[in-house]
């Protein structure tokens, strides 16, 4: 049974830090990308990075410089490094496991539930 499970999810002032992380169970993980996502209330999932199986690593323009994706393979396990955090960075965060190193939400075959980051002074 393939299982995605987010963590690090809180609430933070602007400019303040957070790091999730993705654990992956049921599946090799190396072999797969893996994205995060974002979903703010009434606004629609969008990508926010990607990582492949070799390191290649993708961002959405909004966040460059930002954050940070990395992967642990031995662990089956990814994270999202956030500094700067801004409000508009607020939203439902998900992890997802594909086949494809980009950030739609299609190609995707796997998802977590999500958790939650809250940036509010």
């Known amino acids: 049974q393939v299982q995605l499970v987010e963590s690090g999810g809180g609430s933070v002032q602007p400019g303040g830090s957070l790091r999730l992380s993705c654990a992956a169970s049921?599946?090799?993980?190396?072999?797969?990308?893996m994205g995060w996502f974002r979903q703010a209330t009434g606004k629609e999932r969008e990508g926010v990075a990607a990582?492949?199986?070799?390191?290649?690593?993708i961002r959405a323009d909004s966040v460059k410089g930002r954050f940070t994706i990395f992967r642990d393979n031995a662990n089956n396990t990814s994270y999202l490094r956030m500094n700067s955090l801004k409000p508009e960075d607020t939203g439902m965060y998900y992890c997802?496991?594909?086949?494809?190193?980009?950030?739609?939400?299609?190609?995707?075959?796997?998802w977590g539930q999500g958790t939650q980051v809250t940036v509010s002074s």
């Open positions: 049921g599946y090799t993980a190396s072999s797969y990308s």
């Open positions: 990582i492949n199986s070799r390191g290649v690593t």
């Open positions: 997802a496991a594909g086949t494809i190193l980009w950030l739609l939400p299609s190609g995707y075959n796997y």
